[in-house]
């Protein structure tokens, strides 16, 4: 199965293909497989991959990372984010601030994110679970990558953060032209994706 550009004639536009492949995981109650599947990234797009807890989209974006043993990228560099990353429990925000002072995006992200005050003092191990989400994205999404892989971004954020978040993905997106890959198990308002893959079930993906 394939999602193709959905402007053949516009040449300009960057085109990552993942290479057919076949992926099988068994364990207890979990069967994940996925045979043949072939997909097409246009540059400038939003790809949302949504199913039900335990599907298999964390594993299908790992797959597309190249995170897992014998499977390539398609995308030169990106850059990912998971709720799960673990921070340096010492680290301060106001330290990891000046160490990107290079990168003015992080920053930018952080002021954009945090509408009352950014929490400099605070280690980020001491940070809320949202907080720390925030500050997380800020970082992935102000790094240079071609594609920025997001594992479940809207998972621990607000109403405010969600419309800053939806906000930066279609900058990114739209006007730098990169290519954006959400996972979510949940209904995001407001958040239009160019390509929805639907994993309904243990063996099939279904691409909008």
Same mark, same amino acid.
């Given at each position: ?8 004639? $516009? @040449?300009?536009e +960057?085109? %990552?293909?993942?290479?057919?492949? #076949?992926? %099988? %995981? ?8 996925? !045979? ?22 964390t !594993? ?10 014998? %499977?390539?990228?398609?995308f ?10 673990? @921070?340096?429990a010492? /680290? +301060? /925000? ?38 720390r ?5 800020? /970082? ?9 892989? /997001? ?15 939806? $906000? ?9 032209? +990169?290519?954006?890959?959400? !996972?979510?198990? #949940?209904?995001? $308002?407001d958040?239009?994706? $160019? ?14």
């Amino acid at each position: 199965m394939a999602c193709t550009p959905e402007n053949k004639s $516009d @040449v300009r536009e +960057k085109i %990552y293909s993942a290479l057919p492949f #076949s992926f %099988y %995981y068994h364990e207890e109650n979990c069967v994940l497989s996925f !045979t043949d599947l072939s997909l097409n990234f246009k540059e400038g797009n939003t790809y949302l991959i949504k199913g039900n807890n335990g599907s298999g989209k964390t !594993t299908l974006l790992h797959l597309i990372a190249g995170f897992i043993n014998k %499977y390539h990228s398609p995308f030169p560099a990106i850059s990912f984010y998971s709720p799960l990353i673990e @921070v340096p429990a010492w /680290l +301060k /925000l106001k330290t990891l601030i000046k160490s990107e002072k290079d990168n003015p995006r992080f920053l930018h992200y952080l002021k954009g994110f945090f509408s009352d005050s950014i929490p400099l003092e605070v280690a980020l191990v001491n940070l809320s679970t949202g907080q720390r989400a925030r500050v997380m994205l800020s /970082l992935t999404l102000s790094k240079e990558a071609n594609a920025y892989l /997001l594992d479940e971004p809207f998972v621990f954020l607000d109403s405010h953060s969600k419309r800053v978040l939806i $906000d930066i993905i279609n900058k990114i997106s739209k006007k730098n032209g +990169k290519t954006v890959i959400i !996972t979510t198990a #949940s209904n995001i $308002d407001d958040f239009l994706p $160019d390509v929805t893959i639907l994993i309904k079930n243990a063996e099939t993906v279904i691409l909008d």
